[in-house]
């Protein structure tokens, strides 16, 4: 096996692979990027059991030649030495040399390196083939999917299903994203024009890294079957396990009708609560929103520390007096997913789950739990 | 008390009497920054037991009028909430204003902010008097003498005298600072026009941060008796406790003959070793260097990876063959140090300690003791 290849789409594809490859891992193996060069390209592929990446450097881009002096083989190598070795080395050009099945040579023209390899027949096979539930979707609309609801999920591991993001497609054209921690929830639908059925929990880690991976890119190829998902665009390909187990029913918990309505400007919301959250601890306290039609309050307090109130300066505000209380840190997450100018926040009572939405994006929906305060 | 101040100064003096002021502590007054409202204006004092910070907002700078309704007094706020609450108002003007010994009411119009405080008796009496040895000298110079010194003390405790700056004056009209890890030595000097004579051990962590608060200004004035070294520039005052103990004799150890001589590029060195260093860890391994007049290499091997080696391609050599094993990093804080595009690697042979210096500055010499090599 042997190539001469550009250094930058190298590297960058490398980056890419290398994503996946763990640092430290059970099946040493998987700290290799395994190396296929085939009638594709030079295929970069990285796994960590739970995700797959294989990415490829094509022989060409455009009419610019990329890899030369070609002779095909398969190889592991260290994804943390070769990374790390192709980002320093000054060269233009990198040549790699298999010598022999346990040694290559990468040299250009200034550093001469030689890593210790492994065999390609140690690499786990990986399962990268299209089954199930197939259509295409924009990037864009992939990554507002994952944006505006991954954020909610749970980072615990206690109720593995809560840590992923549910995807459910009913066959209506569109594809609803849905994530839950318990206290909060976030929801987020958008259109496929793909009349495919299917439901499946996408760890909500590994949704980030993918949209991480595909921007840029105009559309993606989307497979969903029992097992995994698999997410093409360009020249990726990332698979990733699915968290087995029935996800919460969620459509039946956010309320439809309401008795007070705020309406307030998103930025002025989120440096208030940045403010006040001096004073809220992880494991203790909450901002109080304390609503008039004449008057918009905002307090926190730790009893060992101090407090902090302001009024909120641009709202309008529909209903009674009403007093909710939160963690400033889930509004903070709700209002910046939402991502507009101006946050309309609907309320039933004081202990009921609220609603935050963009009020001219009915898309997107985020549901939090007051808290109880004494 | 109370006063009305420009939020601007206000946040940029309790950022810097802050830095000294440790998250948790043993003695719970010293997690607050004292305030000290008096005829010079707001006196902030931040104090870890080793450094204190003492700097003032005054009243006026220039013809703007920074403090105004002041009403003079002392307090104890805690560093961390008063800081954080400061940096995040968004009003031009804050209001301060202790309500009761235990309670400060601060105001920017926007929001309103209560933070418990203590009374100013339990800080710690902190002697900032200069005594002793007394000079003032160029603020540059005092960056130089720190920077080309300190990166080669001692990270560990385990002898603290080497984690510490050496300062000494001759009564010559020059300060050298020597720092020593014992296995690599900087030694820096420079004019200070006055014919003080003292030793000092400043810790070198401390002298950095030093650097770091002094910077910008013109002159420092320097005081040094036997238990404390002060540092007053501009509306800042730092004082540090020194390390007793004798420091190490090392004017001795500086070779003075030298049987090989080699020039380089600084940069070319620097990339080089960054490459090579893949294949260094933290308890193993050391580049050789090979040195002739017609070729200059350098390499690097660990048993598990691989190995790398490039030539040198800018270089100039006097002397016999010769190769030389060192820790890569130490080479890479010394060019660093010495901040000149070619440097001069002074050699007796491979196993005395070498010399690495500015040929065109005598001020600063760097010296690394070589590693064996089996």
Redesign the interface.
């Known amino acids: 096996m042997r190539f001469t290849i550009k250094k930058d789409p190298f590297l960058k594809t490398l980056t890419i692979a290398g994503r996946a490859a763990p640092v430290k891992s059970a099946v040493p193996a998987l700290s290799n990027i395994k190396f296929d060069l085939n009638e594709k390209g030079l295929e970069l592929t990285g796994c960590n059991g739970e995700m797959t990446i294989d990415s490829v450097v094509p022989y060409m881009i455009g009419e610019e030649e990329i890899i030369r002096s070609a002779s095909m083989g398969k190889i592991l190598v ?1 994804a943390h ?1 070769i990374t ?2 192709i980002r ?3 060269g233009t050009e990198i040549h790699f040399e298999v010598v022999d099945s346990s ?1 290559a040579k990468i040299d250009d023209g ?7 390899c492994a065999n390609a027949e140690e690499y786990p096979d990986i399962d990268l083939e299209e089954s199930g539930q197939t259509f295409e979707m924009s990037t864009p609309d992939l990554l507002d999917l994952v944006e505006q609801s991954a954020f909610a999920a749970s980072s615990k591991e206690t109720k593995p299903v809560l840590s992923a993001v549910n995807l459910e497609a009913c066959g209506d054209g569109t594809l609803v994203a849905t994530a839950t921690d318990a206290a909060r929830m976030a929801r987020k639908s958008v259109s496929i024009n793909a009349d495919v059925r299917f439901k499946c929990n996408v760890p909500a880690r590994i949704l980030g890294d993918i949209a991480h991976l595909i921007e840029g890119t105009g559309s993606v190829r989307v497979s969903v079957d029992d097992k995994k998902a698999l997410f093409r665009a360009g020249m990726t390909v990332v698979s990733t396990r699915l968290i087995p187990g029935d996800y919460p029913v969620t459509k039946s918990i956010i309320p439809t009708n309401f008795n007070y309505f705020l309406e307030a400007n998103s930025q002025e919301l989120i ?2 609560m ?2 006040l959250s ?1 004073f809220i601890t992880e494991k203790d306290g909450a901002v109080k929103l304390s609503m008039n039609e004449s008057e918009v309050e905002v307090y926190a307090k730790n009893e ?8 909120i ?1 641009t709202f309008s505000f529909v209903g009674e007096s009403l007093s909710v209380s939160f963690n400033p840190a889930y509004i903070v997450d709700a209002i910046k997913a939402l991502r507009s100018e101006d946050v309309t926040l609907c309320f039933v009572n004081e202990m009921k789950p609220f609603v935050i939405k963009n009020p001219k994006d009915p898309s997107a929906v985020e549901l939090i739990t007051p808290m109880r305060t004494y």
Chains 1, 2 share one sequence.
């Open positions: 260290s030495y790390e070795a320093r080395m000054e040694l200034r550093t001469s390196i030689k890593l210790v440096n208030a940045g403010r001096i060992a520390s101090g407090s902090a109130n302001e009024k300066q």
